[in-house]
């Protein structure tokens, strides 16, 4: 019985010994993309909008390095043109509301944009810079994005600044 017991309790032991070392192993580092968006929404959640603005093209580059077009691409490019529409950087924010409308249009719901939402911010980035042309793109994108829920939050500015340059035309 006694080595019955031993061979039990060896047995015990090793177990006790593969689930600490399996505890004890490091857990995998994020990827550099969701590093940098995790720094980009603490920064957002901060009102840190240039700290924003440099984590999300960060995290926007490392997502088309890893990914390409795939993966999360379009939300971050979507996130970057967003944070530099808040800053008013209007010219800067095109590029990365052009790929965002681009995957969105593609992909679709796959690609995590609404395509309403790209339009209007593709709209908003080139309605400074552009021409009546720009007024027409956006108004028409304004006009596709009635009735659509849960798109307010980019509808209204888009509206309101297309409100402000057919007033200043």
């Known amino acids: 019985m006694q080595d019955r017991d031993c061979r039990v309790a060896a047995g015990i032991m090793v177990l006790l010994l593969a689930a600490n070392a399996a505890a004890a192993e490091p857990a995998a580092a994020p990827s550099p993309t969701v590093q940098h968006y995790q720094a980009y929404a603490q920064a957002l959640e901060q009102g840190n909008l240039p700290l924003a603005e440099t984590e999300a093209a960060s995290a926007l580059a490392a997502s088309v390095a890893q990914y390409g077009d795939g993966g999360h691409t379009a939300v971050l490019a979507s996130n970057l043109a967003g944070v530099r529409l808040l800053l008013g950087r209007y010219s800067a924010a095109v590029e990365p509301a052009r790929k965002a409308l681009a995957i969105a249009e593609s992909q679709g719901d796959a690609s995590g944009v609404d395509v309403h939402v ?47 340059a057919a007033h200043d035309a």
């Open 118 to 164: 790209a339009r209007l911010m593709l709209g908003r980035a080139e309605l400074p810079g552009g021409d009546a042309a720009a007024m027409d793109r956006l108004l028409q994108a304004v006009q596709e994005a009635q009735g659509v829920p849960g798109i307010d939050a980019e509808a209204y500015p888009a509206a309101v600044e297309l409100a402000t």
